[in-house]
């Protein structure tokens, strides 16, 4: 699952798309409504930090208080660069990881084949559960 705003899912999706089914959502209502019908179905969540008004953190709260979704690895990410100061984003993936998460990645400031080479490294490591 890729859970990002309709310019991060822009951005993602050649960086992500592998050959495999990717299930993309912009609300953490849909995120929820679709693990919970095949939470079997899903092997990484991949979320933005601007997900759903900036509710990524919220997000991957809400999946790990539910038990079948706890499981399934979270990989927080940074795609673009924003307001935010990258101390600020720092102590976000922190926070991320103290929630939960498997990993946070920042590509913000990276080249289109680094970002690509990073999200897949990430990916897989949390999938292979090495994150």
Do not use: W, Y
């Amino acid at each position: 699952m890729v859970a990002a705003q309709p310019a991060a899912l822009s951005a993602l999706r050649p960086l992500v798309e592998n050959g495999t089914e990717l299930v993309l959502v912009h609300s953490m209502e849909d995120a929820l409504r679709a693990l919970e019908q095949d939470p079997a179905g899903f092997h990484l969540i991949l979320s933005t930090i601007a997900f759903d008004d900036s509710r990524m953190v919220d997000f991957l709260q809400a999946v790990k208080r539910i038990p079948a979704l706890s499981g399934i690895p979270f990989l927080c990410s940074r795609i673009f660069s924003s307001v935010l100061s990258d101390d600020l984003v720092l102590r976000m993936g922190a926070v991320c990881k103290e929630c939960g998460a498997a990993d946070f990645i920042d590509i913000a400031n990276l080249a289109e084949d680094k970002a690509r080479a990073v999200v897949q490294s990430a990916m897989k490591a949390c999938i292979e559960g090495r994150a």
